[in-house]
Each structure stands twice: as structure tokens, then as C-alpha cells.
């Protein structure tokens, strides 16, 4: 089992930058994938970025140039620098975790760009 638990949400205008963070717990011995997917009300559960274990990333097209995404393994804790912030940016972010052949998801946490 393994425990999820987002930090960094917050109010930011816009241009603004915040800095996610996703810490995993439990009896967890090496996580596959980690990665942040962000949901509007009424809408698809949306990518946001994506990073494996050796560190391969990958970026929505929407988030590329102004986002970043790193982890620290040691740590079990994945990070998502949001800068140049816009108000489409605003919506609940989710941390995500693959471990062991199942999908974990963070409680979500609030963005917030004001224009």
C-alpha cells in the first residue's frame, strides 16, 4: 500500500510560480512512474508531466517550456516547478504513483492563478 501526500497548492497570480510536492510512504521499496494529472470540474482527468524512475520525463503541450517535473528517489517524493503560471493553469492537481502493478493517487491539491 502506499500513501500519497501533495503539498505546494496555493493562490498565485498570474506569472506567478509555485512548487508541487508529492511525498509516498508506506512499505515501498522502488515506485515506477510518478507524475502529477490536474482535473477541472466537468472535465477529463488531464497529464500534466510525467517522470520514471532513471528520470525520463515527459510534458503535456500545454505545460512544456513552463513547467518541470523532478523526484527524488531517496526521498520517494516527486516535484512539479509551475512557473509562468496562467489562469487556464487554475484546477485541482493530483500526484500519482505506479508501484507494483497499481495506480495511487494523491487527495489533490488546489491551484489557484488569478489574471
Known amino acids: 500500500q502506499v500513501q500519497l501526500v501533495e503539498s505546494g497548492g496555493g493562490l498565485v497570480q498570474s506569472g506567478g510560480s509555485l512548487r508541487l510536492s508529492c511525498a509516498a510512504s508506506?512499505?515501498?521499496?522502488?515506485?515506477?512512474?510518478m507524475g502529477w494529472y490536474r482535473q477541472a470540474p466537468g472535465k477529463k482527468r488531464e497529464l500534466v508531466a510525467i517522470?520514471?524512475?532513471?528520470?525520463?520525463?515527459y510534458y503535456a503541450d500545454s505545460v512544456k517550456g513552463r513547467f518541470t517535473i523532478s523526484r527524488d528517489n531517496a526521498k520517494n517524493t516527486v516535484y512539479l516547478q509551475m512557473n509562468s503560471l496562467k489562469p487556464e493553469d487554475t484546477t485541482v492537481y493530483y500526484c500519482y504513483a505506479a508501484y507494483g502493478g497499481l495506480i495511487y493517487w494523491g487527495q489533490g491539491t488546489q491551484v489557484t492563478v488569478s489574471s
Open positions: 517522470i520514471s524512475s532513471d528520470g525520463y520525463t
Open positions: 508506506g512499505s515501498i521499496f522502488s515506485i515506477n512512474n
